[in-house]
């Protein structure tokens, strides 16, 4: 097998809410806060904060933190802030914010200081993000004209990019940014800026930017052939960038799940597939995409059929999602089998893994995690299985029982829709005799 370096992302969505049909708008907009608890929200974020340590134990090469805004989609808003709090957490492993926009910020100053500080803090091994975001966060953040996004974006990192590399104060005079002193202090440790990954869904813009800055490119959310179609684009664009290739700046991205078989692996995790499907990630179109958020060209590929949200996501089904490679779920032998296929027609260096399907319980997240990291790393690996930050030779605040002794009843049943069987509890769905119709 191809050998590969292993990321992990998490959701930590609040799941405790109606199911998207029974809202009826964005989950991501117009999702009331009133559905939020507070004693649970902290049991979510908590839960989140402790598997870093756990994928530092257990040999992953880093974690990718990633941000939501204005619903309950992610409880981490603000992944700058999770990543200091992560890097406190462990001691080796790379963390990287692949959430933070750089259009939110008024100035890409603060953004460039904020890299900085964290690259500090963690002794060199952080990396960030250049994600254009989704238009929901444009509308959820509510600082920024979505029409004008990447433009403004494009100088931002203009301004960002000097920011590291200029060494006396320079002066910036843009259609979105002006000063006359600019003056980075500190410096990142990494000369002259830790990696950048570039999360792109298939604008044939965000390829080239991402391999003429010489960034690595975050594949996500796009059907297969067209996947496998932006790999060779951007591999292209790095060879005539001049550049020489490096399969690590390709990082395939999957909702994992493995288990002991094939049989209980979709048992636990088809009832959390089939939320992400219907309620995560399912928006209406100008939700995600306002006015001016894409270019012409990638419009007219979703216009046509064969791009990224080109259809409902919520009437994907499990079979589908399956097929399109953006859900593995199995056996360890099968996951290992699907990674292989899906990593070597993509070129791809690396994995980008989310090990709890945005709404699993913790215990279910750590165990798919350990199986995976038992079972399925060890298969891509060079002899000894080290992650590749161990060069050497060394091999909260409440308790659960708490937790549980104050929750009390959730407002709203976590659901999904399960073929066969109706509208489904998603806690309790991977046990036999509790996948049952519950009441609305």
């Not at 494009?154 to 979105?176: M, N, V």
């Not at 829709?417 to 489904?424: H, R, T, Y």
């Amino acid at each position: 097998m191809n050998k590969l370096e292993f990321y992990v992302a998490n959701g930590g969505k609040f799941p405790y809410i109606p199911r998207r049909d029974k809202i009826g708008k964005s989950i991501y907009i117009s999702t009331p806060n009133d559905y939020y608890d507070p004693v649970r929200g902290q049991r979510i974020l908590e839960d989140y904060l402790g598997l870093f340590e756990l994928e530092e134990k257990l040999g992953y090469d880093g974690a990718v933190i990633l941000e939501q805004h204005g619903g309950p989609n992610s409880l981490v808003g603000q992944s700058i802030v999770m990543a200091a709090a992560a890097i406190s957490h462990t001691r080796e492993m790379r963390i990287g914010t692949v959430g933070a926009i750089l259009n939110s910020y008024r100035t890409p100053m603060r953004y460039a200081e904020e890299v900085a500080t964290l690259d500090i803090l963690s002794n060199g091994r952080y990396f960030f993000g250049l994600p254009m975001g989704i238009g929901a966060n444009y509308h959820g953040l509510g600082v920024m004209n979505p029409t004008y996004a990447r433009e403004q974006f494009r100088e931002g990192h203009e301004f960002l990019k000097r920011a590291f590399t200029e060494r006396e104060p320079f002066s910036f005079d843009g259609k979105f940014y002006q000063t006359e002193y600019a003056n980075l202090w500190p410096r990142p440790l990494q000369d002259p800026y830790p990696e950048a990954w570039v999360p792109a869904a298939g604008s044939k813009d965000s390829l080239s930017f991402a391999a003429q800055n010489g960034y690595t490119y975050l594949a996500v959310l796009v059907p297969w052939p067209i996947l496998l179609k932006n790999c060779q684009i951007f591999r292209d664009a790095v060879e005539e960038a001049g550049q020489e290739w490096d399969p690590r700046r390709i990082v395939a991205n999957a909702h994992v799940y493995v288990a002991e078989t094939d049989k209980q692996a979709r048992q636990e995790a088809e009832a959390h597939v089939m939320s992400l499907l219907q309620n995560s990630l399912g928006s209406p179109f100008h939700d995600s995409f306002p006015p001016g958020h894409v270019t012409i060209p990638s419009l007219r590929g979703m216009a046509a059929g064969g791009g990224y949200r080109s259809k409902d996501i919520s009437t994907t089904t499990y079979e589908e999602g399956l097929e399109s490679g953006q859900f593995i779920v199995g056996s360890p032998s099968t996951v290992a089998e699907r990674i292989e296929e899906i990593t070597t027609k993509m070129g791809a260096g690396r994995l980008n893994l989310t090990g709890d399907m945005w709404t699993m319980p913790d215990w279910m997240a750590r165990k798919n995690l350990t199986i995976f990291a038992e079972e399925v790393m060890p298969r891509f690996r060079e002899p000894g299985g080290k992650p590749s930050w161990d060069k050497s030779s060394r091999a909260g605040y409440r308790t659960v029982s708490e937790y549980g002794a104050i929750a009390g009843e959730p407002k709203f049943v976590p659901q999904s829709i399960v073929e066969g069987v109706g509208p489904v509890d998603i806690r309790t769905a991977h046990i036999p005799e509790l996948r049952v119709p519950v009441e609305d």
